[in-house]
T-cell receptor
Framework: GAVVSQHPSWVICKSGTSVKIECRSL??????MFWYRQFPKQSLMLMAT?????????EQGVEKDKFLINHASLTLSTLTVTSAHPEDSSFYIC???????????????FGPGTRLTVL | GIQVEQSPPDLILQEGANSTLRCNFS?????LQWFHQNPWGQLINLFY???GTKQNGRLSATTVATERYSLLYISSSQTTDSGVYFC??????????FGKGTTLSVSS
């Protein structure tokens, strides 16, 4: 159980275009999902917390108008990178907490990531 | 916020050797997880270990919450163990905060 998927796995786009990344919890409902970004040879940095039915909470330094997050259902959160530029090229990873009985409250499960390259 | 420090940053081993990776954190936490990031970027859950000791095959982990550290032991290392190992912690309901990782290279 506790499987998280992401789509697409990788995407290449031109500078100035927008890209949408989907994060789905496949076998559980997730009221909260988290978005991280990882640059080469670096650690994962939290970008935002996505809450179902409400606005996302962004970390300091993350532009909320550039990285639009929508958590419209209990199994889907989307991250849209608007007007992407080469400096947005990175590995984007989402995670979710499985709140089912028997699962540790604070344990997080991660998707496989989406590699974004902006030309 | 909570600071997470991992050591060593890099580790080179011969196949068959044992190793210990350390994770220190600056505040009390409700959760600590160890991950292995494979070459494709996927984070593999190794342990959910806010306290105590767990073992899974050649891997084991110990967290001493009162002293704010955790150890990951890898015994009889194999080339497939190569990659980056992350420690991450959180407090109740919040997102995981990651350390900078330990890059392990195991050669045959």
């Amino acid at each position: 159980g506790a499987v998280v998927s992401q789509h697409p796995s990788w995407v290449i786009c031109k500078s100035g275009t927008s890209v949408k990344i989907e994060c789905r919890s496949l076998d559980f409902q997730a009221t909260t999902m988290f978005w991280y970004r990882q640059f080469p040879k670096q650690s994962l940095m939290l970008m935002a917390t996505s809450n179902e039915g409400s606005k996302a909470t962004y970390e300091q330094g993350v532009e909320k108008d550039k990285f639009l997050i929508n958590h419209a259902s209990l199994t889907l959160s989307t991250l849209t990178v608007t007007s992407a530029h080469p400096e947005d090229s990175s590995f984007y990873i989402c995670s979710a907490r499985d709140r089912r009985p028997g699962v540790a409250y604070n344990e997080q499960f991660f998707g496989p990531g989406t590699r974004l390259t902006v030309l | 916020g909570i600071q997470v420090e991992q050591s060593p940053p890099d580790l080179i081993l011969q196949e068959g050797a044992n190793s210990t990776l350390r994770c220190n954190f600056s505040d009390s936490v409700n959760n600590l997880q160890w991950f292995h990031q494979n070459p494709w970027g996927q984070l593999i859950n190794l342990f959910y270990i806010p306290s105590g000791t767990k073992q899974n095959g050649r891997l084991s982990a110990t967290t001493v919450a009162t002293e704010r550290y955790s150890l990951l032991y890898i015994s009889s290392s194999q080339t497939t163990d190569s990659g980056v190992y992350f420690c991450a912690v959180n407090q109740a309901g919040t997102a995981l905060i990651f350390g900078k990782g330990t890059t392990l290279s195991v050669s045959s």
